[in-house]
């Protein structure tokens, strides 16, 4: 997993040292973020960017099923 601030690649060490300046609620938000594999998001005006090298895995460690589309459910 690589992560990057701003398009640029940073260090475990510089990951910490901004989180320093962060919220609980923004810390607890960026763990989230890492566990649900979302891939762009912000906090304190810095893009982050998780590149995964490994393809995305569940809670149990299983690949993820396909879309299930039920029929005849619609779009208001």
Same mark, same amino acid.
């Given at each position: @997993?690589?992560?990057?601030?701003? /398009?640029?690649?940073? =260090? !475990?060490?510089? #990951?910490?040292? @901004? ?6 609620? %923004?810390?607890?938000?960026? !763990? +989230?973020? #890492? +566990? %649900? ?11 982050? %960017?998780?590149? #995964?090298? =490994? $393809? #995305?895995?569940?809670? %149990? /460690?299983?690949? $993820? /099923? $396909?879309?299930? !589309?039920? $029929? /005849?459910?619609? =779009?208001?």
């Amino acid at each position: @997993m690589h992560i990057m601030a701003n /398009g640029e690649t940073i =260090s !475990k060490e510089e #990951l910490i040292i @901004m989180s320093e300046l962060w919220t609980e609620k %923004q810390e607890k938000a960026f !763990k +989230k973020f #890492l +566990k %649900q594999g979302v891939f762009r998001f912000k906090i304190n005006n810095v893009t982050f %960017q998780i590149d #995964l090298d =490994s $393809p #995305l895995r569940d809670s %149990q /460690g299983k690949k $993820p /099923g $396909p879309v299930i !589309k039920i $029929p /005849g459910e619609r =779009s208001f």
